[in-house]
Nanobody, 124 residues
Framework: QVQLVESGGGLVQAGGSLRLSCAAS????????MGWFRQAPGKEREFVAA????????LYADSVKGRFTISRDNVKNTVYLEMNSLKPEDTAVYYC?????????????????WGQGTQVTVSS
């Protein structure tokens, strides 16, 4: 398994930006599809974005497409989520996750390793 630690969350005003990072250790980082998910209070965990092992393919939820960008650095063993034009409805705990398959997916159950999460709060 791979160990994941998120950072970069915080409080930001609507329209602002944040960049989340997720540092991985353990098994070979480049052997994993990486994903970002989020969970707001009282709601189920939902898919945000995913990126293939090499970074050549990405997948986004419709709600963040055009505003968020997922990327990865396989030398630094880190995946990023650049979030722009933030909205109050983006407020949630954001989790990164690792999936040893080859194709980016949207379903949480496909991801076997999870970080502890980082809080993102967007004020109106």
């Amino acid at each position: 398994q791979v160990q994941l630690v998120e950072s970069g969350g915080g409080l930001v005003q609507a329209g602002g930006s944040l960049r989340l990072s997720c540092a991985a250790s353990g098994r070979t980082f480049s052997s994993y599809v990486m994903g970002w998910f989020r969970q707001a209070p009282g709601k189920e965990r939902e898919f945000v974005a995913a990126i293939s092992r090499t970074g050549s393919a990405t997948l986004y939820a419709d709600s963040v497409k055009g505003r968020f960008t997922i990327s990865r650095d396989n030398v630094k063993n880190t995946v990023y989520l650049e979030m722009n034009s933030l909205k109050p409805e983006d407020t949630a705990v954001y989790y990164c996750a690792a999936d040893p398959s080859f194709v980016p997916k949207r379903t949480p159950k496909d991801f076997g390793s999870w970080g502890q999460g980082t809080q993102v709060t967007v004020s109106s």
